[in-house]
């Protein structure tokens, strides 16, 4: 990774808080509704908007997602099932040659 592309885990937060709330108006909610709905305090998610709580519990964030209808689809997106399970990625590598002989002599 270049570091001209990386981004820090503060700015990712930031950028996830900011589409909270966009997401959150979108769906007609209030910080207090979403509050109640969610479970999430009224005060956590404000200072989260506001990016003065970079902290946010995963629960908590899987809460506020729940509430604007976007859980299932994060979790597709970020990270998706792998087309092959692990275990069967392994056997398949096991027949896989880990060196290619090659014979260079000219018949």
Known sequence: MLEEDY???LEILRVLAERMKEYRLACRLSQREMAE????SYTTICRFEQGKHPNIS???FIAL???VGMEMRMMEQV???LPVPPMALREINKYIPKRV?????AD
């Open 7 to 9: 981004i820090s885990n």
């Open 37 to 40: 709905k969610s479970g999430v």
């Open 58 to 60: 995963l629960r908590n």
């Open 65 to 67: 997602l729940r509430q």
């Open 79 to 81: 990270l998706p099932k």
């Open 101 to 105: 002989r090659r014979n260079d002599s």
